[in-house]
């Protein structure tokens, strides 16, 4: 089992910024890729950032050259640095952590969500 706490969200204006964290607690031995997905209201989940164990991150094209995903294995914490933001950018995010353990297979782990809102 493991858990996430998300932290760093909030109100910013237009062209702000926010920085978001993520810290995983329990079996964290078994996590690999851990990312940030976020929900607008009345849409659907998607992904914005993800990186894996190596370093090597990928990025929604809406996020590309504005956010900035890294990750603290000695602390088990993943951080989304969010700068330029824009009304659109407002949502729930989420931190997701891919699991894999020879005795469970493969798995995923969500956080509770933290609100993001950017007002114009």
């Known amino acids: 089992q493991v858990q996430l706490v998300e932290s760093g969200g909030g109100l910013v204006q237009a062209g702000g910024s926010l920085r978001l964290s993520c810290a995983a607690s329990g079996d964290t031995a078994c996590i690999s890729t851990m990312g940030w997905y976020r929900q607008p209201p009345g849409k659907e989940r998607e992904l914005v950032a993800r990186i894996n164990s190596g370093g090597g991150a990928d990025y929604a094209d809406s996020a590309k050259g504005r956010f900035s995903i890294s990750r603290d294995s000695a602390k088990n914490t993943v951080y989304l640095q969010m700068n330029s933001l824009k009304p659109e950018d407002t949502a729930v995010y989420y931190c997701?952590?891919?699991?894999?353990?020879?005795?469970?297979?493969?798995?995923?782990?969500w956080g509770q969500g933290t609100q993001g809102t950017v007002s114009s």
């Open positions: 997701n952590a891919g699991l894999f353990s020879r005795r469970s297979g493969s798995g995923s782990s």
